[in-house]
């Protein structure tokens, strides 16, 4: 089957640097997506990844290992405005997304 | 430029009621989609559409029905709600469907049937 696990919450401090991982089983791949949700709010796109190694983008960066099914998301300078869920979703050969159910980060001052 | 949008934002329900929600999308997109989440779970496709007329279903279908009229309008209807629907609902949409498509979400409904 395929299956998505990601740490369920993680605290971290303001201005320090934190690193969400994602191990997947999907049927086929065709790239693996991070996005961001607030609470109450809707998820919105942070990274996509196809090739392995680290695709870096401002303060956030994420990395892809296809052979170890494995991703991670990094944020670094932490920001209070980073609390939020991080949701982490490959993509089968069906082109379907598969969701893990999110990490909550919650960042200290 | 609105995105998506959905409507209502908030909704409560009697058992065996019906409703109807609302996703518009202004950008032009062919592929339109319906979620459900739930706490502890990741998001959960309901039905999909990959353009106007067509509907498909996803992961969790039971219980729902889709209409696509119009390539920017996307309905999601219960006819006979249960409170297993209980539930925040999200629209999105998106251009197509290859690997680097990504998804714009609506604001979500929170949806509570009693």
């Known amino acids: 089957g395929q299956n998505i696990d990601q740490p369920t919450e993680m605290t971290a401090t303001e201005g320090a640097i934190v690193q969400i991982n994602c191990t997947y089983q999907?049927?086929?791949?065709?790239?693996l997506f991070w996005y961001q949700q607030h609470a109450g709010e809707a998820p919105t796109f942070l990274s996509y990844?196809?090739l392995d190694g680290l695709e870096e983008k401002g303060r956030f960066s994420s990395f892809l290992s296809r052979s170890k099914g494995y991703s991670y998301l990094l944020l670094k300078e932490l920001q209070m405005k980073d609390s939020a869920s991080y949701l982490c979703?490959?993509?089968?050969?069906?082109?379907?997304?598969?969701w893990g159910a999110g990490t909550k980060l919650i960042i200290k001052p | 430029n609105a995105g998506v949008t959905q409507t209502p934002k908030f909704r409560v329900l009697k058992t065996g009621q019906s409703m109807t929600l609302l996703c518009a999308q202004d950008?032009?997109?062919?592929?339109m989609y319906w979620y459900r989440q739930d706490p502890g779970m990741g998001l959960r496709l309901i039905h999909y559409?990959?353009?106007?007329?067509?509907?498909a279903k996803g992961e969790v279908p039971d219980g729902y029905n889709v209409s696509r009229l119009k390539k920017q309008n996307f309905l999601l209807g219960l006819e006979s709600a249960a409170p297993s629907q209980t539930s925040v609902y999200f629209c999105?949409?998106?251009?197509?469907?290859?690997?680097?498509?990504?998804?714009?979400f609506g604001s979500g409904t929170q949806l509570s049937v009693l």
């Open positions: 999105a949409s998106s251009p197509g469907r290859t690997e680097n498509e990504k998804l714009f």
């Open positions: 950008m032009n997109h062919e592929y």
């Open positions: 559409s990959v353009g106007e007329g067509t509907t």
């Open positions: 999907t049927s086929g791949f065709n790239g």
């Open positions: 990844n196809v």
């Open positions: 979703a490959p993509m089968d050969s069906n082109y379907q997304l598969i």
